[in-house]
């Protein structure tokens, strides 16, 4: 029982360290439109309260845009999604 133990063992160790292969990463952008508009202020604050009176989470989704040579974030959308969702 004991000899099969550690063979089992021991074929468990060769067989985890047997990948050396990194895991393959997939670079994601996120390509804005130019055409696509920013919510206003007003917008904001209507689109998050619509989603709290529902009883959902708003979830602010924010692109960058040039503005004078500068990158600012802008709010493009609101999402609202489930309260405990992460």
């Known amino acids: 029982m004991k000899k099969i133990f550690i063979a089992v063992c021991a074929f468990s160790a060769l ?3 047997s990948s050396n292969k990194e895991p393959h990463v ?4 996120l390509i804005m439109d130019r055409n696509i508009q920013p919510l206003s202020r ?3 604050i209507d689109a998050i309260k619509d989603c709290v009176e529902a009883g959902l989470r708003p979830r602010v989704i924010y ?3 040039q503005v004078n040579g ?3 974030e802008t709010v493009i959308d ?3 999604s489930n309260r405990y969702a992460f």
Do not use: D, H
């Open 70 to 72: 500068y990158s600012a």
């Open 26 to 29: 997939t670079v994601q952008n």
């Open 42 to 44: 007003g917008e904001q």
């Open 63 to 65: 692109g960058k845009r």
């Open 15 to 17: 067989v985890g360290c």
């Open 78 to 80: 609101v999402l609202c």
